[in-house]
């Protein structure tokens, strides 16, 4: 390496650094009331960020659009059956108005893959888990596109490694993908950034969590 040149930004972090990126993560939660809390595994010195959500959605596309309609196709009484149609039309956007998942999210540390990875899982308001399927489904809209040639290796179901229950995880294989280019331009102009920031900046959307831009511009890396 020539004098002069910069090692080039790591991908990778230690559990130590993950945990003060938290850290400050949580603090300009706390200030912003933006809902993320730090979750301690009872009697172990393990733990994560944990956020719920409650996100408006299409019932079309939990496979459920059926069900809102007919509990009011047998309201429709004979004099009225030439309007059925038009009846149905409007049940079916009423539905899809007040359709919403309950989404929780939660950020690990992976020893294996010494990264961050995003664990989640969702459920209608009357309990029932998604499928693998209806998560797909939800998945933004922009983002599908570019996850079509590979979408059950990026989003998967796996064993939550902390609480053992089954969960949605999108796998960290590509995080050195985008964390690389992000990483290396913030050194490149002199900017200490959060990883957990702007890692969750990325990731966070694809699956409906969005992240205020106000971490960006406080939350800075632990010293």
């Not at 038009?86 to 007040?98: F, L, S």
């Not at 893959?113 to 809209?141: K, M």
Request: glycine share 4%; net charge negative; with cysteine.
């Amino acid at each position: 390496m020539m004098a002069g040149e910069r090692n080039p930004a790591s991908c990778y972090l230690d559990e130590r650094t993950f945990r003060l990126c938290c850290q400050l993560f949580l603090q300009h939660s706390e200030t912003i009331q933006d809902g993320w809390s730090w979750e301690q595994i009872k009697g172990t010195d393990e733990g994560f960020m944990k956020k719920t959500v409650l996100i408006p959605v299409k019932p079309s596309v939990l496979h459920k659009q059926h069900e809102c309609s007919m509990q009011d196709e047998n309201m429709v009484t004979d004099d009225i059956q030439a309007n059925v149609e038009d009846e149905m039309a409007g049940v079916q956007a009423v539905c899809e108005i007040h359709a919403v998942l309950r989404c929780e999210y939660h950020v690990l540390y992976s020893c294996s893959y010494q990264i961050p990875v995003l664990y989640f899982r969702a459920s209608t308001l009357d309990g029932r888990p998604l499928s693998l399927e209806e998560v797909w489904s939800n998945v933004h809209p922009n983002y599908r596109q570019r996850l079509q040639q590979g979408p059950w290796d990026t989003l998967t179901q796996q064993e939550h490694p902390l609480l053992g229950q089954p969960f949605f995880m999108l796998h960290p294989c590509r995080t050195e993908e985008f964390m690389k280019p992000a990483l290396d331009l913030a050194q490149a102009e002199n900017k200490r950034v959060n990883y957990i920031v702007t890692w969750l900046s990325v990731v966070g959307p694809v699956v409906r969590l969005g992240v205020p831009l106000s971490y960006s511009t406080e939350v800075s890396a632990p010293d």
